[in-house]
């Protein structure tokens, strides 16, 4: 395999590849969940609430899954090495501006650079990993690209928990700018320029339909929360987003080259992979979002001891991983990790609703956490084998692309999710627990009654992020029945066979 001319007198190993491209979406990722921790600090420079500091997450996390389909597109147009050192560059412009935004407008259009360029790069990512490595071994560097993704994630709240309380929030970003140089200089060493796709024709009415209708349920959505749901404005941006979300499918099943390709949704079993994902996505990130100001504001934890808590679920993510990566028993049972996967994440948030009521369990939420960890690591090391055993090696790219897309929209979608419930669930319990008290309630019954509809918001939430997974585990587990080794066999001898040009029977 030859490289950069700097290194050509020799052969590089994939596994470096492999490193160069965890090192290079390891910024994106963990700025996917940075924000999470430490708002208080955000929030007095940008002179917003707590909670609508909330919306540089999910901000980030849509334009992220915009740039997923464009980053499949214009892989046709650049060379690899100039597309992934591009879109790290832009991420790094991203976080410069985000480090120097003194308002929440300025924020979120940085957010939006970042979260562009990172959609560009993430599904880069896989597809150099794919072409590097042989076939034998493809599967394997997948679930470990899918695993590394997965801490990044994880541990996004944990590394800008202590950036926070010690230099700065603005420097969360700004670490990007040396790591930034460094990925590119790993990307110019060690990628190389494989054959280009068949420059297609760019689909640029389907990415315009497909980003306004994104944009306008986004916009939508933080309008209700600012002016309310009985707005004629809010109706109209809903309503718009739905109908042009609606016309973007339309578009894409009519168009020879779509934005987003279609031919990977004519398995049912795929679909029902990806509205797992979704489901899975949303209970986590929504989780992710939740977790550390539910420590900071019930328990007064500093960012960096919230982070540290969240931390726990990485490194079980690691432990167990790797574990069943190298474990051959289990060899093929992808369905069933996928299954476990979603299950275990749901019980870590339902969980919360069993929070003991005499305040915070330092073993309560670590054992949740080991839990959560143990659940995100199945399901991200399922996700790849599934997609390769569904689909021949020419369709993969596409089925990848899809995966990041329903993640992210499933990410973003969860973080706005926690946000709603947040604002709505607090003020029914405030009403209620004053009718229950049997005594008049003073100001200080009020502070106390208002704590506890804040604690008791909190454990609804994550109960009800926990139903959501409970639903994806489910179709996870009618997904065993359907993807059975004959079944699939079967699917993709008369799909290679029709490639190939021969009938399904296998003669001329």
Known sequence: MRLSPFFSSREISPWLVLATVILGVGMPLADTTITNVGRVFI??????????????????????????????????????????SGAILTFMLGSLCMAGSV??????????????????????????????????????????????GAVWVTLGPTIGGFIIDNPGWQWAFA???????????????????????????????????????????????MRAEWVGW?????GFLLFSGLLLFFLFWIWSALSR???????VLRKPLFI???????????????????????????????????????????????????????SRFLAGKWAILLTTGCILVSISNIDFLFLPATGFSLSFIVKSQLIFGAGLALTQISLPPLASKLFPQSK???????????????????????RHLVLHVKPVFSQMLPQLSTHRMGHSDIFLADRLAQSYTSNIIFYDLGIIGLIGAFLAFVLIFFLSEKRVGESDRKEKETLAGLPANGKR
């Open 257 to 263: 080259d779509p934005i987003l390709p279609t031919e």
């Open 230 to 234: 009985h707005s004629s404005g809010t």
């Open 396 to 418: 993969v790219r596409a089925a990848t692309t899809y995966l990041l897309f329903a993640q992210f929209i499933g990410g973003a979608w969860g973080t706005m999710l926690g």
């Open 43 to 84: 929030v007095s420079t940008l002179g917003v609430t707590s909670y609508e500091a909330g919306w540089l997450t999910a901000s980030y996390s849509l334009a992220l899954a915009v740039g997923v389909p464009l980053s499949h597109r214009l892989r046709g147009f650049l060379e690899e090495k100039d597309l992934y």
């Open 175 to 221: 670490i990007n700018i040396p790591i930034g140089f460094l990925a590119i200089f790993f990307a110019q060493a060690f990628l190389s320029n494989h054959p280009r796709q068949d420059p297609r024709r760019f689909d640029g009415t389907g990415f315009v339909l497909m980003a306004t209708s994104l944009g306008c349920l986004f916009t939508g959505f």
């Open 272 to 326: 029902g992979i990806l509205a797992i994902v979704f489901m899975q996505s949303t209970q986590s990130f929504g989780r992710l979002y939740l977790l550390a100001p539910f420590l900071e504001k019930n328990y007064h934890f500093m960012a960096h001891d919230a982070g540290a808590l969240v931390a726990v679920g990485a490194l079980t993510e690691i432990l167990l991983s790797l574990s069943f990566l190298f």
């Open 103 to 148: 308002n929440f407008t300025e924020a979120m259009l940085s957010r939006g650079i970042e979260g562009l360029s990172a959609g560009i790069l993430l599904p880069l990512a896989p597809i150099l990993i794919q072409e590097s490595f042989p076939e034998n071994l493809r599967s394997l560097a997948m679930s470990y690209f899918a695993l590394f």
